[in-house]
């Protein structure tokens, strides 16, 4: 069954360059910060991150030094079963309820349980439909 939980979900830019992740999360790992969930994209040659930390308030502040301009939003983490059909189950629900996901990145990785990180058009009443 899956569970979902309120998570901050940190948002920057940064000029794309070679070894630029090589570099975030060398300082994240510096200043002790563990990555929950990253997801990264060049556009335009620019480096697009989408992060969530174990401390996102200590994040923001070691990744400000790079030049970032870091946006905190709410996000939903939900961790389910790592079996075929969770996810669509979940996506059902939220389809069911109206309620459109307007991103998802997450890992499945080999264990028991898969965690996506998600941000809707109403993350409380995911939360609430998730967890019934």
Do not use: H, W
Request: aromatic share 4%; glycine share 6%; proline share 4%.
């Amino acid at each position: 069954m899956a569970k979902a939980r309120k998570v901050k979900n940190l948002v920057f830019t940064l000029p794309n360059k070679v070894g630029l992740l090589a570099e975030v999360s060398g300082v994240l790992a510096k200043a002790k910060i563990n990555i929950d969930a990253l997801c990264a994209y060049e556009m335009e040659d620019k480096a697009i991150f989408m992060l969530a930390a174990s401390s996102p308030l200590r994040a923001t502040k070691a990744l400000t030094p790079l030049g970032a301009e870091i946006k905190e939003e709410e996000a939903v983490a939900v961790d389910m079963p790592n079996r075929p059909g969770e996810l669509e189950k979940v996506a059902q629900k939220l389809a069911d309820a109206g309620i459109n996901i307007n991103l998802i990145y997450g890992t499945t990785g080999t264990g028991k349980t898969s965690t996506c990180f998600l941000k809707t058009a109403d993350n409380k009443k995911a939360i609430r439909l998730i967890n019934k």
